[in-house]
């Protein structure tokens, strides 16, 4: 986690305002994703809004769309939280939507300097993304949401504009 220590005042999660952005391609994985995002968020006093979408290629443009519409109505959002799952199969499909899901998350977040956090799985097997999404290795969804929370912070403390 990103860490700056100023004094006494650390910015604070309670009023953020946050995206989420969902996938729901696999909608049983999408719920627990989203079920461990929101357990973060709403723990940190972080409002947010959701959006969903058919798939992980979505992900990026819909982020774009939500972002520019919230600019727009000098209502910005303070981070993203993008979740999804994308399983591996028979075809090269699945490199292409894991790897630019990816890209574009990254591109977005340099570009616009926007605090994501990314919880799209890319496993090998629905095993993978059950033991991923709130079984035996965590949930990568409330971890996504950790990390844009960490960055958003990390852009008060450093009193980047949005």
């Not at 919230?70 to 292409?96: N, Q």
């Not at 290795?137 to 958003?152: E, I, S, T, V």
């Amino acid at each position: 986690m990103a860490r700056i220590t100023r004094g006494k005042s650390m910015p604070t999660t309670r009023g953020l305002r946050m995206l989420i952005v969902e996938a729901r391609f696999y909608e049983h994985i999408a719920d627990r994703l989203l079920a461990g995002a929101v357990e973060v968020l709403e723990a940190a006093g972080a409002h947010y809004t959701r959006v969903s979408v058919p798939g992980a290629l979505e992900i990026p443009p819909a982020v774009a769309i939500a972002v520019d519409a919230a600019k727009a109505k000098r209502a910005p959002y303070d981070g993203v939280v993008a979740l999804g799952c994308v399983i591996e199969g028979d075809t090269y499909h699945f490199e292409v939507v894991a790897n630019e899901s990816a890209r574009g998350l990254m591109d977005l977040a340099r570009a616009e300097r926007l605090a994501i956090g990314n919880g799209i799985l890319t496993v090998d097997n629905e095993a993978q993304a059950l033991e991923r999404s709130g079984g035996a290795k965590g949930n990568k969804g409330a971890d996504a949401a950790r990390a844009a929370l960490a960055l958003a912070r990390l852009r008060q403390t450093l009193k980047v504009s949005r």
